[in-house]
């Protein structure tokens, strides 16, 4: 009989430990979940938030908020290298789309555009390519536009 006890306790054992280990397998072994890493989610401005679009390798930043006159800036070298240039749309202002142009780090042009006459034509014309505009930019340009 004692060959009998030993016996049951043997199985007995060998059962629970098939039994933990199996549960430890099943349960225990799962590793924590992976954590992914995260990338920063890229939040559109607001229409009031003042958007730097850099040295002006991507006209399209600019452009497409100039055309809304959002808050917008990019910077530009002149044609000879050395001529700091900035122009930035301050947003709308009194019902006109209001237009700043820096050289070297002085405002030269001061504008205010009526709604729909700021465009890629009208900045061509402001930095004098003719594009037949130059009434529209003289008048939003002027003491009496401001």
Same mark, same amino acid.
């Given at each position: #009989?004692?060959?009998?006890?030993? =016996?049951?306790?043997?199985?007995?054992? =060998?059962?629970?430990?098939?039994?933990s280990?199996?549960?430890?397998?099943?349960?225990?072994?799962?590793?924590?979940?992976?954590? +992914?890493? !995260?990338?920063p989610v890229?939040?559109?401005?607001?229409q009031?938030? #003042?958007?730097?679009?850099? %040295?002006?390798? &991507?006209?399209?930043?600019? #452009?497409?908020? #100039?055309?809304?006159?959002?808050?917008v800036? !990019?910077?530009? *070298?002149?044609? &000879?290298?050395?001529?700091?240039?900035? *122009?930035? *749309?301050?947003?709308?202002?009194n019902?006109?789309?209001? $237009?700043?142009?820096?050289?070297n780090?002085?405002?030269? =042009?001061?504008?205010? $555009?009526?709604? /729909?006459?700021?465009?890629?034509? !009208? =900045?061509d014309? !402001?930095?004098?390519?003719? +594009? /037949?505009l %130059?009434?529209?930019?003289?008048?939003?340009?002027?003491?009496?536009?401001?």
């Open positions: #009989m004692t060959n009998n006890k030993i =016996l049951y306790i043997v199985v007995i054992v =060998l059962a629970l430990a098939v039994i280990g199996g549960l430890f397998f099943f349960l225990g072994n799962k590793s924590a979940p992976e954590e +992914k890493a !995260t990338e890229a939040v559109a401005p607001t009031e938030e #003042m958007v730097d679009c850099g %040295q002006a390798q &991507d006209p399209g930043c600019f #452009m497409n908020r #100039m055309s809304g006159c959002l808050p800036t !990019t910077k530009m *070298i002149g044609s &000879d290298g050395a001529t700091a240039i900035e *122009i930035t *749309i301050l947003g709308i202002e019902e006109k789309c209001h $237009f700043q142009r820096k050289i780090n002085v405002v030269d =042009l001061n504008c205010y $555009f009526p709604k /729909g006459t700021l465009n890629g034509d !009208t =900045l014309q !402001t930095f004098g390519n003719d +594009k /037949g %130059q009434k529209v930019v003289d008048d939003a340009c002027s003491p009496a536009g401001w």
